[in-house]
């Protein structure tokens, strides 16, 4: 919601600043079409040029994260919490049954209380592939922390593809207005012998283009960028409380220990409080008693 009213503020500053100062809107219409072919579609092109398909399908995916904001909820960082200690509790007292919950977690009775994360592919794989490990005793705190640290990292790096793209475009198009401005001169040049009315719209419809290139980038295409960037990384939060509580685990602090050790490492606009959890644990506590 809020990058929709960010959209029109823009637009409305803008375009109503101008229109305030006494400025005409009929040059930008009758221009506009012609120069947003010229640089949008250079714009796109250079893009589908820089990226493969994959590439190209993640960014496209990525701009609902615009409007969308964060995938992981507080609440979703309460119910991450309640499933590691469930399993922490359960691989405990039971090394046998944790393994019918961390080999098949699409057919566990435990991770299907928890739909959101069980869709979530990554989250999943961390959590099981960590536990599997510990379960065939590769369990040194330390490896395994560098490990997940690793493989959290080029998670991260892959996810801000779409970011990185977007800001590529972003910076090219003020030199693509600039493209669109230079033969929008030309035109106006074979012109020359017109009289100055009509040099005066042939050169204020050349401007246009450079108006469009950076108003694009810096109004639209560059906060895209940063908007798909800090969703990100603040979804990457969700994975490093799930290293942060199993690290803990295999340091061989207690179940509760090692819940508060991730939810004290959560930031604190998503951090559950301590009261809330541990009511939600009550559950959990009955559950795998």
């Known amino acids: 919601m809020i990058g929709i009213v960010g959209i029109v503020v823009i637009f409305v500053m803008v ?16 221009t506009l079409p012609f120069e947003m072919m010229m640089i949008g579609g250079a714009a796109v ?23 969308k904001g964060s995938k992981w909820k507080p609440a979703d960082y309460q119910d991450l919490l309640c499933l590691l200690f469930a399993l922490i509790r ?19 009775s435990l991770f299907s209380k928890y739909p959101k994360i069980l869709k979530d592919r990554e ?18 705190p330390h490896q395994v922390e560098e490990v997940l640290e690793k493989r959290m990292d080029a998670n991260l790096h892959h996810a801000l593809h779409s970011s990185h793209a977007l800001q590529t475009v972003a910076d090219g198009l003020p030199a693509l207005g600039i493209v669109a401005a230079v033969l929008g001169v030309i035109k106006t040049m074979g012109s020359i ?54 690290v803990a685990n295999l340091h061989q602090h207690s179940a509760s220990i090692c819940i508060e050790v991730g939810r004290q490492n959560t930031p ?6 301590f009261a809330d959890l541990e009511e939600a644990l009550k559950t959990v506590k009955q559950d795998v008693a």
């Open 90 to 108: 359960i691989a405990r007292a039971n090394p046998i049954e944790i393994e019918q919950h961390i080999e098949d977690p699409d057919g566990s």
């Open 268 to 273: 604190a606009h998503i951090r559950p409080s």
């Open 193 to 246: 012998d017109q009289p100055p009315e009509v040099l005066g719209r042939l050169i204020g419809g050349a401007l246009v283009g450079t108006f469009l290139g950076v108003f694009l980038a810096y109004g639209l295409v560059g906060p895209f960028a940063s908007k798909v960037k800090s969703v990100v990384e603040e979804d990457s939060h969700f994975y490093h409380l799930i290293r942060e509580v199993l």
């Open 15 to 30: 375009f109503g600043g101008y229109l305030a100062a006494g400025g005409k809107m009929a040059i930008i219409f009758k």
């Open 123 to 140: 989250a999943v794989e961390l959590i099981c592939d960590t536990m599997r490990s510990a379960s065939m005793n590769y369990d040194d």
């Open 45 to 67: 092109g250079a893009f589908l040029i820089s990226n493969d398909m994959g590439g190209i399908k993640h960014t496209t995916k990525d701009l609902g994260k615009v409007f």
